[in-house]
T-cell receptor, first 115, second 112 residues
């Protein structure tokens, strides 16, 4: 079955540590996204990538980094510079082209908690 | 700039009653509008989308939404609520780029 997988489902981090969240898709989508979800704030875009080896900052990129070395993979690193990383992180992907057709498909999410 | 406002962070309805979740948008260009549903600790699933083909859009699970340009609204409705509809619902707008702007969500509670 085609879809998006995120791992791990739950992640605990000590203060000062970097952690990497995995996102893999087998939908053959060109574009991939990372969102952060906090209660009552909806989804906020962290980074997005429209093509391999290229990515752009979203609205809240500070303290995060990404890479896009393969079409299928778009890992997100939460660095120690991110002051309040506890949140639910969602990865999404879509085809390129008209937004009428580039529906974003979401993974199941990773819940990150800083201890 | 594009934006989305969802009125009511929490909505409660009785099972079998009408569901109405409100979404108003602001867009300087003809928008593409979406409704997504999120069940606890899961990702988002597309319910329906408006792409200018028809103002009344039918989606999955019996939901529909009507695009009203004069009111800049895209409210989500379902004639009869079911217990399984309890979830959080997000309205989103795309100005024609890859970027989506999401509303803050409405949590729907269905009372037995």
């Amino acid at each position: 079955d085609g879809g998006i997988t995120q791992s791990p489902k739950y992640l605990f981090r000590k203060e000062g540590q970097n952690v990497t969240l995995s996102c893999e898709q087998n939908l053959n989508h060109d574009a991939m996204y990372w969102y952060r979800q906090d209660p009552g704030q909806g989804l906020r875009l962290i980074y997005y990538s429209q093509i391999v080896n290229d990515f752009q900052k979203g609205d809240i990129a500070e303290g995060y980094s990404v890479s896009r070395e393969k079409k299928e993979s778009f890992p997100l690193t939460v660095t120690s510079a991110q002051k309040n990383p506890t949140a639910f992180y969602l990865c999404a992907s879509s085809t390129q082209g008209s937004p009428a057709y580039n529906e974003q498909f979401f993974g199941p999410g990773t819940r990150l908690t800083v201890l | 700039a594009q934006s989305v406002t969802q009125l009511g962070s929490h909505v409660s309805v009785s099972e079998g009653a009408l569901v109405l979740l409100r979404c108003n948008y602001s867009s300087s260009v003809p928008p593409y509008l979406f409704w997504y549903v999120q069940y606890p600790n899961q990702g988002l699933q597309l319910l329906l989308k408006y792409t200018s083909a028809a103002t009344l859009v039918k989606g999955i699970n019996g939901f529909e939404a009507e695009f009203k340009k004069s009111e800049t609204s895209f409210h989500l409705t379902k004639p009869s609520a079911h217990m399984s509809d309890a979830a959080e619902y997000f309205c989103a707008v795309s100005p024609g780029t890859y970027k989506y702007i999401f509303g803050t969500g409405t949590r729907l509670k269905v009372l037995a």
